[in-house]
């Protein structure tokens, strides 16, 4: 069955397309499933690499014109098509909940996953987020959606005891494991290759590892 994974948040920068585009590329690398990233973000962040690199090794990219009249029956139809030949669909949405694209994506969405930056205003913005959830649930098809939060741009510095309590909110369990801040993660974003070797004793991979089994993929 398929599985349509958003990146969400309401924060700008916490790290929706990063996350987003390493896991993807983790995925093509190491098993054998069919994917597609979807990209909602108006910056037109992953199809931008993926031009970039042109590599025929490349998962698929696609990017939903949204400038259109009335595109939610359309988004609708092109995510019923996706589920149909695709295993896993990953949506990068923008950082405004408030827009179409954000509101139309997390209804189509399985699982989201919602990368958090431990600071003072990234946290409120994740509480409000995570306070819409039940709002969301309730306008779905299935009423179900799963949220998962990571931790990212983990330092030594962050007060990770806030983040703890958010755990719960609007249904959302936290990973255990954390991606921390490092320059690698900027760098070396591809729509082709893997960021580290399987199997390494690396936070990369107890992330990955993590995803697979609570997203069962
Ligand atoms: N773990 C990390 N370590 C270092 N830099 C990171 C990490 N995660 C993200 N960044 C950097 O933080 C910035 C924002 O990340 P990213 O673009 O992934 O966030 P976003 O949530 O998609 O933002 P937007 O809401 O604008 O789409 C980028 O410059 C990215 O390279
Ligand atoms: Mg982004």
Redesign the pocket.
């Known amino acids: 069955m398929s599985k349509v994974i958003s990146?969400a948040?309401q924060?700008?920068?916490?790290?929706?397309?990063?996350?987003?585009?390493l896991t993807a590329a983790a995925l093509h690398n190491r098993t054998d499933k069919k994917i597609l990233v979807m990209d909602s973000?108006p910056?037109l962040?992953v199809k931008t690499i993926y031009k970039r690199e042109n590599n025929p090794k490349s998962y698929d990219v696609f990017a939903f014109n949204w400038n259109q009249p009335n595109p939610a029956p359309n988004f609708e139809k092109v995510v019923v098509m996706a589920r149909q030949k695709y295993d896993v669909i990953f949506m990068?949405?923008?950082?405004?909940v408030r827009s179409e694209e954000f509101y139309y994506s997390v209804l189509e969405s399985d699982i989201l996953m919602v990368?958090i930056?431990a600071s003072m205003l990234d946290l409120n913005a994740t509480v409000s987020f995570l306070e819409m959830i039940p709002d969301f649930i309730s306008k779905k098809r299935d009423q179900k959606l799963e949220v998962f939060g990571v931790i990212?741009?983990?330092d030594k510095t962050v007060e990770h005891l806030l983040i703890q309590k958010l755990v719960g909110l609007g249904g959302m369990d936290l990973f255990y494991s954390t991606?921390?801040?490092?320059?690698?993660?900027?760098?070396q974003?591809s729509t082709v290759h893997d960021l580290v070797e399987p199997g390494a004793d690396d936070e990369f991979n107890h992330y990955f590892e993590e995803f697979r089994k609570n997203c069962f993929v």
Request: proline residues 6%; glycine residues 12%; aromatic residues 6%.
């Open positions: 990146f948040t924060k700008g920068g916490a790290g929706k397309t990063t996350l987003l585009m973000d910056q962040s990068d949405l923008p950082g405004s990368p930056v990212n741009k983990r991606i921390s801040s490092l320059v690698r993660y900027k760098r974003l």
